[in-house]
Structure formats: C-alpha cells, structure tokens
C-alpha cells in the first residue's frame, strides 16, 4: 500500500487489487507522519472497495482510528448502486457543533467567569448517562423526532432565527419514527438537554484573531467578542440506533456477491428495504441531536443571563450556524460534468458548500457555509467557510476538529501525576468536568494542533480561514 504524495497538501492511495476508486487524503507533511503509524489508511482503503463508491475514498487531515469508517471519512454513493453504511456514519448520529456570539467583552465578563462557569455547569446535565429535566411521552418524543429544532423553539427554547442559522434548518424531512427501535425510544426519552460524555463539551471563547474582515462580519464576529460553542449529539439514542442497524447487518457481510473487507463495514444498498429503514432512523437521530442543541443553547442563554445579571438585549446571544458532522445525506453533485444525485458519508467530517449554494440560508449566500472546527481545551478552535474548490472536490466537505492524536488508555498515562486543572488555569481556561479521568482522557495533547489542521484545508483549497476563537472557560462530560 503506497501512499504517494500529490502536492503539499494531497497524498494518494492509486487503485489496486479490490480497490474500486483511490484513496485521497488531505493533510500536510507534518500530520500525515502521525497517521502512518496506525491501520488507519487500511480502512481508508477497505471503505473505496465498498460498491457504488463514487470519486474517492476521502480522509481529512484529522483523520484517526475509527469504526468501520476512519474518523475524518468522506465517501459518496451512487444511489441506484451503492450503499449505506452505519459505519460511515457513526455511533453518534448527527454529533455535531453549535456556535453563538455575544455582545459581550472578555474585560466585561472577566471578573464573572468563575460564577458563569460554575452556574452552566449546574444548568446543564453532563456525564455517561445524563438525564435533563424534559420527560418526554413517546408520543411527544415521536414530534422531536420527525421536527427537530422546530419542535423546540415552538416549546420556547430559542428564536426562529437560531433555526435558519441552523444546517437543513434543524430537520431531515425523511426521518420515520416508525424506523426506530422501542429501546431507542427509551434511551433518548430522557436525554434531551444534556451534554453526555467523552469529547463533547460547551467552551466559553473569546474571538482572538479575524482572518478575514469581510466574511467575519457577516457571521457577527469581530475582535474581542465573547463566543459559545456546544460540540454534542444525539446520546444514547442516536448510539442505540446505530447499534439496532449494525447488527441486523452484519448478519449478511456479502453485498453483490463480493464480501466485505471488514465486519464493521456492514451495510445494505441503498435502494433496499434495510437501507431505506436505515436512514429514516438515522434522520430521526440526526433531529434529536439538533433539538438537544438547541435546548442546551437556550439553557446556555439562561445561564448567561442570570450569571451576569444582564438584560438579553445586552447580552445579544445570537447563533452564528449549527453543522453537523457524522451523517448521510443525499445531495446534488457534479461527477464527470454530470450533475448527480447521490449518498455522502461524511464521518467526523463536516459539509462546506461554497458561496450562492442553493441549500444555503440567504445571510451567507455570498460568503459560503460557516464551518465550526473545535480544537482541544487548551488552544483554539475556528470558524472557518466552504469553497467552490471544496465542492469540486471533496463533495462539499472539510475537517470537523483537530483529531486525536493519543487514545483515552495513552492519554491517561501521559496526564499521570499532573494537574491538568492548574495546567489549564495557568493557560487562562477555567475548568468544570464529570467524570474521575476526563480531562486526562481529553487533554491538550490527546489531540493534533487544529491550527495544522486548518492550515491544511486552507492550504488544499476545501476551506478558507475566518477567526480564531481562544477557549476561557470549558464544560466537559
């Protein structure tokens, strides 16, 4: 298996053996060296042998170790031929990340940060199996599940401006509760409002560098302002539900006659009675996720407010976007000079359609799609927007973090006999958690430098560079 590099910022896989399509991987010299010593490009290469895969098999530079899928996966189906994989998509359906920004200053919030921190940490439910205040019936969690965010801002959690801020406003219209397994069902039914666990997080930030003035603008950014960022999903829910689907198909691990390269690619054509029944569940999960966004928002509104003691007029929380990051999603895209219908898998990787793209909302028609790159607790993270060169290549997608670069076990005993909370505090980042080893599982150095990975789309042409937020206070779970 030779990796070939194509320029700075492009390396390749050519296609051999059972290979339908290469394998491409965006990444610069520096990050790739990292990924080379996992089995990480095998499952890149594993997924281009999969049926109707269209292109390429795509990795992002903060491709890692995933479930079937790499983490950082980005591969399209033709829809006649092709399939639908879980795997593809991930345990947590529609993680994603939610951005807002404030009136407020740093200077302003500064002798209040411990207080706002502390108060969101009791307003929002975080940790394994977190509950939030919302009981849902099944009924009334069958409404969350076919409206998504539409469902709870008509409940009073947020405006009708944080839905069109919000990518497919909030909604995959496919999702069929009918498709949803009864202990699905009674996972989520108590989830909605909560943070859960691992990697998910709300940062309080500060808007440190505007890369470019014309764009942040439009987004509402400017130097200096106060920033919040939600990075969660659809719980316990969204987990059951791949798991529901993966081992139904796993019972079968031939598709068209060819075996598949790895159990974990199980998957059904997409066209069949287990794939169309596969992404109407994964719709619902995908909703769920936005609606649990959307209430942790609005508890974060409420935070803010009675922390600080301000009106919400001074305090003009407003939402910049909401994306999502482990989907499928059936889009138009040009293939050969042929405009085409197809299913994009985008697994820890993130939509990037470029300026006037029909699917976006009218305030960034002419800026292109705000991208939300998280990174670690202790460096940045970024808002970056798509390209046209993104959507030539990569089927409109891009990075979605900074990718782990330790795991939880490695990243445990590096953090052994340290203070990570002083580590932080001496950076300028207030800390709450739940949890005996999160922050040593979810260390700065567990991760890649984001700026590298954002250097890295920037420097391929997929995304262009906006802001730079720096982290002042996190949550984690």
Known sequence: MELIQIDPYRWEIKKTGAMRVPARIYSSEKLIEAVKKDETFRQLVNVAQLPGILTAAMAMPDIHWGYGFPIGGVAGFDCDDGVISPGGVGYDINCGVRLAVTNLTYEEIKPHLENLTSALYQKIPTG?????????????????????????????????????HTEDQGCMTDADPDAVSQKAMERGRKQLGTLGSGNHFLEIGVVEKVHDPETADVFGLSKGLITILLHTGSRGFGHQTCDDFLSGMT????????????????????????????YRAMACAANFAWTNRQILL??????????????????????????????????????????????????????????????????????GQPILIPGDMGRASYVLAGTPQAMAETFGSTCHGAGRMLSRKAAKKSAKGRSLEKELAEKGVIARWTGKFTLAEEMPEAYKDVTEVVKAVEGSGISKIVAKLRPIAVIKG
């Open 251 to 278: 019972r079968s691990l031939t598709i068209d006659s060819m075996e598949l390269p790895d159990r974990q690619l199980a998957c059904a054509k997409i066209q069949s009675s287990a794939g169309r029944q596969y």
């Open 298 to 367: 609005h508890n974060a509104r409420e935070s803010f407010q009675r922390a600080l003691g301000v009106s919400p007029r001074q305090m003009g929380i407003r939402q910049v976007y909401d994306i999502c990051h482990n989907i499928a999603k059936f889009e138009n895209h040009t293939i050969d000079n042929v405009s085409r219908r197809i299913c994009v898998h985008r697994k820890g990787a993130t939509r990037a359609f470029p300026p006037h793209h029909p699917d976006l909302c009218e305030d960034y028609r002419n800026t």
């Open 128 to 164: 394994v199996g977190s509950t939030g205040q919302l009981k849902l019936s099944n009924a009334e969690l069958k409404k969350v599940l076919r409206q998504g965010s539409r469902w709870a801002v008509s409940k009073g959690y947020g405006e009708p401006e944080d839905i069109y």
